[in-house]
C-alpha cells in the first residue's frame, strides 16, 4: 500500500535512535533531517514538511527526551502525535441531518474514482443500517449512468436516474424527492468529472449545489496523483467549500504525501480512504490510526472492525472448537482461509499488524496471493471423503489431486505436511490449555 517506502525509511531512523542509549541534540537533529529527507520524498508539500520537523524537533529537543530512560520511544510519541495531528487529528465523520436523508454531493476529477466512491459509500451505510439511495448525475460520460445502475444492482440499492437528457440540478432535485418519498436516510450523488478544473464544471457544480443544500460535498481525488491532488482539493474547495475529502487509490504504490498534506494545506479533513477496487474497500479514515501504520505500528484496531463485520461469528466459533478438539479437516482449513481472505487484499491485512510492514521484505514469509489460490486449488480438488480424512491421501490419490489441480506433486505433500503439523500443533496446545500447570511451567512469569 502507500507509505511502503516512507514506513520503512522512518522506520530505520527510529531503530538507530533506539540503539542509542542516551539521545543528544546532535542525534535528534540527525534524525529529523532523516525524517524531513523521507517525508519530501514521499511528496509530501514542502512547508508542510518544514513547518512539521520545526515542531517536532521544538518538543524533541525539549527537557523530557533527554531526561527519559527511553529517548527514542519519547521521540517516536512525538512525531506519532504530530502525524495524527496534520492529517486531522480527531476522525471527521461523516454528517447526519437531523431531517433526513442527509444529502451527499459526490464531486471531483474523472477518473479519480468518483463513482466507484458513491457505490463503496453506500455499501458502507448499508451496512450501518442505514438506507441509502444513489442519484446519477453524470449524464456527460457516457457509460456513467449504466456503471452506476451496474453497482446499484450488485449492492441492491436503489439508484435514481433520468437519462442524459435532463439538467443534473433537476435530476438532484428530483432524486431527493423520490428519497423523501421512499423514506432513504441517505441520498449519494454522483456528478459528472472532467479531465481537468474548468469554469463550467464548477459552474454546474455549484449550481447543483445551491440547489439541494448538500449536507456534505466530498471530494473524491486520487492519490496516486500525489501534490497535484493537493492542488485539485485547493482549487475545489476555494469554489465549493467542500465539507471532507475522499481519498482513493491509497491501496496502490503511491508514496502517500496526499493524505499527509491535503489537510494541512486546504483544511479540509480527509473523511475516508480509498484501498482497493472492490467494493468493501473504503475506510473511513482515522488520523491516528494512519499515523500509527505510518509508523509500522499496525492498526488492530480497523483490522478488529473489518474482522467484525466480515467474520461470520458463528462458523469461527466451531473453528475454534474443532482446533481444540483437533477435528481440524481440510474442508475446515478451507474455510479458514475464506474467511481471512474476506477481510482484504493479504498485505493490506499484515500492514494493519504491528511491525508486520518490516516483516514483508523478508523473503521466507510468503504474503503471495497465488501461493494461497494454489492452496486452495489442491484443497478443492480431493474428494469430500479425502478432505475430511487427510489419512487417506495415499500416493495415487496425491497424484490424481497434483493432476486435477494443476500443481507439482511436491506441493501437494508440502501442503499435506503443513496441514499435518498444524494438527498436531493444535492438538498440543489443546492440550496445554487444558493442563493449566504445564502452561505455567511453559511460561515462567508469562501472565494469562
Ligand atoms: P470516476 O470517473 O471518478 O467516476 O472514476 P471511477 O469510479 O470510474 O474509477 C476509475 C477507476 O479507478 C476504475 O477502474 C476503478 O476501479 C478505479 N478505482 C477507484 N477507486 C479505487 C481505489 O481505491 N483503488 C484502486 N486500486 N482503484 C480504484
Known sequence: MAFEGLSSRLQNVFSKLKGKGKVSEEDVNDAMREVRLALLEADVNFKVVKEFISKVKEKAIGQEVMKSFTPAMVVIDIVNKELTELMGGAQSKLAKSNRPPTVILMVGLQGAGKTTASGKLAKLLQKQNHKPML???????????????TLGEQLKVPVFALGDQVSPVEIAKQGIEQAKQEHHDY??????????IDESLMEELKQIKDAVQPDEVLLVVDAMIGQEAVNVAESFHHQLELSGIVLTKLDGDTRGGAAIS????TGCPIKFAGMGEKLDALEPFHPERMASRILGMGDMLTLIEKAQTTIDTEKAKELE????????????????MEQVKKLGPLDQVLDMLPGMGKMKGM?????DEKQMARVVAIVKSMTKEEKQNPEL?????????????????????????????????MKQFSSMMGNKKQMKKLGKGFKF
Open 393 to 425: 491421501l495415499n500416493a495415487s490419490r496425491r497424484k490424481r489431486i497434483a493432476e486435477g489441480s494443476g500443481n507439482s506433486i511436491q506441493e501437494v505433500n508440502r501442503l499435506i505436511k503443513q496441514f499435518e503439523e498444524m494438527r498436531k500443533m
Open 135 to 149: 442519484v446519477a448525475a453524470d449524464i456527460y460520460r457516457p457509460a456513467a449512468i449504466k456503471q452506476l445502475q
Open 363 to 367: 523473503k521466507n514469509l510468503n504474503v
Open 321 to 336: 472448537r474443532k482446533m481444540r478438539k483437533a477435528e481440524f479437516t481440510f474442508e475446515d482449513f478451507l474455510e479458514q
Open 262 to 265: 491535503v489537510k494541512a494545506v
Open 187 to 196: 441520498v449519494i450523488i454522483d456528478t459528472a468529472g472532467r479531465l481537468q
